[in-house]
């Protein structure tokens, strides 16, 4: 097997073997908790630009299928495990992780110490990384990373979605569904379309860049802002839109989309030092006196010291006591930052839709 090098932009490497695609790859540097679910994490939008460390040992092991991927394609821009597993089998199984990744051309890096590397991040924060195969120059690597563009300040949102999406909705959703649901794209994953659809709803999908009018013609009985990638407040025509439909149908939001209604209503985000990413997030719900294991994939949070008195905060992360859910005191709007769907992840707080269609 080829061997690789993984380098960070604060000069900390690790040797490896190469698997997947062979070319160099840069991007932010992040780790995910989870335990199964590579292929939902591998094609979720919310990780487009963005290498992803995965904590648990061996992966591969059950090889790629048609059933579990959250959208068409590969999104993340590399990944980084303890060990590949070159050995699959599962029932459903099409072909191997090693396959998979090269089909999408996207490089990956094995057989490094990922615990060595998870805690390095933890205590450094996210930052750029690059895995190559071709070059094991360290101090050129290292000018690489620091020339590639930070995620802060920029607009992924517009780089994932094709605006020919708007006026078309190009998921097998359900025609005869009790409710009509317009879902704001901005990177959704299939997950949550399929838990509106239990929930006797009709998804619309559309663009973000979508005009208000052409909501109003949809006719819509809620709108929903779902996860996509990167920093929210680039993404300025999301939330001048949201600003638009307040007050006039029901607003949910998850993840990105949290942030984004969050922005709509006058709160402030930031970046987090490391990010939320994970199928173990322990997350208060402040209504209910309750506890869920939530699942969670972004770099962003809500401010606080921003939430004005319309806002009340119904959840909350045990980790680091971070905002984890909004709702609006006089508007129908809700919105939480945790991911109620999974996919992959716990199915604690499936319940969200149920809430979400309660509004109606």
Do not use: W
């Amino acid at each position: 097997m080829k061997k690789a090098i993984l380098v960070l932009e604060d000069g900390e490497y690790f040797l490896g073997n190469s698997f997947g695609s062979q070319k160099d790859t840069i991007g932010e540097i992040v780790f995910n908790t989870s335990i199964t679910g590579y292929q939902e994490i591998l094609t979720d939008p919310s990780y487009y630009g963005q290498i992803v460390v995965l904590t648990n040992p061996h992966i591969g092991n059950y090889g790629i299928n048609d059933i579990d991927r959250e959208s068409d394609r590969i999104y993340l821009s590399g990944f980084v495990v303890k060990e590949y597993s070159k050995i699959y089998s599962n029932h459903r199984a099409l072909k191997s992780l090693d396959e998979y990744l090269k089909e999408y051309n996207i490089s990956a890096i094995e057989n490094i110490d990922t615990r060595k590397l998870v805690r390095h991040i933890r205590d450094n924060g996210s930052m750029n990384a690059i895995i190559s195969a071709n070059n094991f120059d360290v101090d050129y690597l290292v000018k690489k990373c620091k020339e590639f563009r930070h995620i802060k300040g920029v607009d992924l949102v517009s780089e994932i979605i094709d605006d020919k999406y708007e006026q078309t909705n190009y998921f097998n959703s359900k025609k005869d569904g009790k409710y009509n649901i317009v879902l704001i794209n901005l990177g959704a994953k299939y997950s949550i379309i399929r838990y509106l659809e239990t929930e006797n709803c009709n998804v619309i999908n559309v663009s973000p860049k979508i005009s208000y009018e052409k909501i109003v013609s949809l006719k819509p009985d809620a709108v929903l802002f779902s996860n996509g990638p990167g920093d929210p407040e680039p993404v300025c025509y999301a939330i001048d839109l949201a600003r638009k439909l307040m007050g006039k149908y029901p607003l949910f939001g998850i993840c990105l989309g949290c942030q984004i209604l969050a922005l709509a209503i006058g709160c402030k985000t930031y970046k987090l030092k490391f990010g939320h990413h994970g199928g173990n997030h322990p997350v208060k719900d402040l209504n209910k006196s309750k506890i869920y294991i939530t699942a969670q994939n972004h770099c962003f949070a809500i401010d606080k010291d921003s939430i004005g008195s319309d806002i009340e905060i119904t959840h909350l992360n045990l980790n680091d006591n971070t905002i984890e859910g909004i709702k609006h005191k006089r508007f129908p709007l809700y919105a939480v930052q945790f991911h109620p769907e999974g996919g992959p992840g716990p199915h604690d707080c499936n319940a969200i839709f149920k809430e979400f269609i309660g509004m109606l």
